[in-house]
């Protein structure tokens, strides 16, 4: 079953000129947020509206953009590596004037989290991983996930989300079928060049041989039946990364949004923490409320 919880706040949107770059920024201010801001790296092809319901929940500040090529930034003559899209978070963070952060990384966006962490390490405080991986280096999806993820198709068209959404993001998906219409509402299409950026700005990356130089205490999520990122891999990073614990949820692919209480309890406490994490993988399994 799909969790619920009511939204505190507003998702504020505003445009920013970095460069050559239109951005599209999306923020939140709970009203007594202590700390630094959440600054959030959504997966491949996705819009921040896609994660409203974790934004507008959570109690911490959050920062989040699309893109260039995605949701309602414009696309970009450039084409970036994982590097690139570092520098750019970079920039922007510069641009609001916000000195550090919370990293939480979703998916293909956790790639980009470890990156940044390990580019502006002086910026983090604390880095969240989310249904993601080492990059290249990693236990990969069955070969029929891999043909259905390659292509935007799924932002595209409707008929083929739902019609894939089960097989693609397992958990609540595989049989409630009003999950996957809710999800299509929130979801923009990105632009063809846009979405293949992201591709190649991943290709052949990996963080294997670098995570253990990162000194953030980290918390990794993931869900236990996840296609497109086997649970393994959650345990991978656990184990490379110094400092980091590992939360499991009974969900699949998405499960920041189908177990959103959970994800929303589990986050602020990590966030909250005085004392840094213990050293080592810590593993717990959370199960829906």
């Known amino acids: 079953m799909t969790d619920t919880q009511s939204p505190r706040h507003d998702v504020v949107y505003s445009y920013r000129r970095l460069g050559g770059d239109r951005l599209r920024v999306a923020r939140t201010a709970p009203p007594h947020a202590n700390g630094p801001p959440l600054l959030v790296f959504n997966g491949i092809g996705a819009s921040a509206e896609l994660l409203e319901p974790l934004l507008q ?6 920062v989040t953009f699309d893109l260039p090529g995605v949701g ?7 084409l970036r590596r994982l590097a690139g899209y570092a520098q750019l978070a970079r920039e922007l963070l510069d641009d609001l004037g916000i000195d550090r952060v919370h990293v939480l990384g979703v998916s293909w966006g956790g790639g980009l989290a470890q990156q940044f962490a390990r580019q502006h390490g002086e910026r983090v405080d604390r ?21 259905r993820m390659a292509t935007p198709l799924r932002y595209l068209s409707a008929g083929y989300f739902k019609r894939v959404a089960g097989a693609i993001y397992g958990g609540d998906f595989r049989t409630d079928d009003a999950l996957a219409e809710r999800h299509v509402r929130r979801m923009a299409p990105p632009t063809v ?34 296609p497109i990122v086997p649970l393994v891999n959650a345990r991978v990073l656990a184990r490379l990364i110094p ?10 692919h998405l499960f ?28 717990s399994r959370a199960l829906a409320r």
């Open 57 to 62: 929940t959570l109690g911490v500040a959050t």
């Open 72 to 78: 309602a930034s414009e696309p970009s003559v450039l």
């Open 127 to 147: 880095l969240i991983l989310a249904a993601t991986s080492t990059g290249h280096l990693m236990v990969p999806p069955r070969p029929s996930v891999i043909l």
């Open 193 to 226: 060049m846009g979405y293949l950026n992201q591709l190649y700005a991943l290709a052949g990356w990996t963080s294997v041989h670098w995570l253990h130089t990162l000194p953030q205490p980290t918390l990794v999520m993931a869900g236990d039946d996840d």
């Open 243 to 252: 400092n980091a614990r590992l939360e499991i949820f009974d969900c699949g």
């Open 256 to 283: 920041l949004l189908t177990r959103l209480a959970r994800s929303v309890e589990t986050i602020e406490a990590f966030l909250g923490e005085d004392q840094p994490a213990t050293a080592g993988p810590i593993a």
